[in-house]
């Protein structure tokens, strides 16, 4: 997404730029499913029940450039990103949030944050090497690490050497940490929103990665004994809520 001079010029239409960093996470490159499912026949935890050549392809590890899940989840994650960081780490989101005040200024690099910091973990866990000691440090292979928005065609084809997989699991921690610290509380796990909760959970599912296991534990239990969230005694519960008129207690995050 490259925006034009004059698209961006309030917090409101701030705002509106970071719903749309949210309406990308529930793409199918992202979270909306097609990702997903393709991870889980990477790990030979699903089979693929067609024969169209990029479930093929995944099914035997042999994914190219032009697999459209593979191509769907870098492109439509890579654009989350870019929009939360043309939000709150561009220089036109910034100089309009230096006047904003520090409270809508945190809020907005909060969730930025989280957006980003979400991204990059899909992302690395697709095409990066598994976090581990013997390859952490090896040269490119993580993913590229973007920072900063991306608000013209020039920048936008600028090209960024992959960093390692430790550079890019730190940044991930960086910014969910921040993004944990900085969240509204009134941010409520059904309003489409990032919570400090969810911040902690991916947080914690990001050590468990990384083998850092005593952290990991730490931030699930906060999370498990907050008393905000249950598991349900329906098993139905969370599936068709609204048609069949049923509350879950188990979704800390909803998009």
């Not at 889980?40 to 392809?57: L, M, R, Y």
């Not at 973990?121 to 013997?134: K, M, N, Q, T, W």
């Not at 690490?145 to 936008?156: V, Y």
């Amino acid at each position: 997404l490259v925006l034009t001079d004059d698209a961006v010029k309030t917090t409101e239409d701030l705002e509106k730029l970071l719903l749309g960093a949210y309406q990308q996470i529930r793409s199918e490159g992202f979270w909306g499913g097609t990702a997903l499912r393709g991870f889980s026949v990477i790990a030979d935890d699903a089979i693929a029940n067609t024969a169209t050549f990029q479930w093929v392809q995944m099914t035997t590890h042999e994914m190219n450039l032009v697999n459209p899940v593979g191509r769907d989840l870098w492109q439509h994650t890579y654009n989350a990103i870019n929009r939360a960081n043309q939000v709150a780490y561009s220089d036109v989101g910034e100089e309009i949030l230096a006047a904003a005040g520090d409270e809508q200024l945190n809020r907005f690099k909060a969730e930025a944050a989280f957006i980003r910091g979400f991204g990059h973990f899909h992302i690395v866990r697709a095409f990066g090497l598994p976090y581990s000691d013997e390859h952490k440090n090896t040269a490119e292979m993580g993913i590229p690490i973007r920072t900063r928005g991306l608000m013209d065609r020039e920048t936008a084809f600028e090209v960024i050497q992959r960093s390692t997989v430790e550079e890019v699991y730190q940044q991930i921690i960086t910014d969910l940490e921040f993004a944990a610290a900085n969240l509204p509380s009134s941010n409520q796990w059904d309003s489409g929103r990032a919570t400090p909760d969810v911040a902690k959970a991916l947080l914690a599912k990001v050590y468990f990665h990384k083998h850092e296991y005593v952290k990991a534990a730490q931030l699930a239990k906060e999370i498990i004994h907050s008393g905000r969230y249950q598991l349900d005694t329906d098993m139905t519960a969370k599936y068709a809520r609204a048609e069949m008129g049923t509350t879950t207690g188990e979704i800390i995050f909803m998009i």
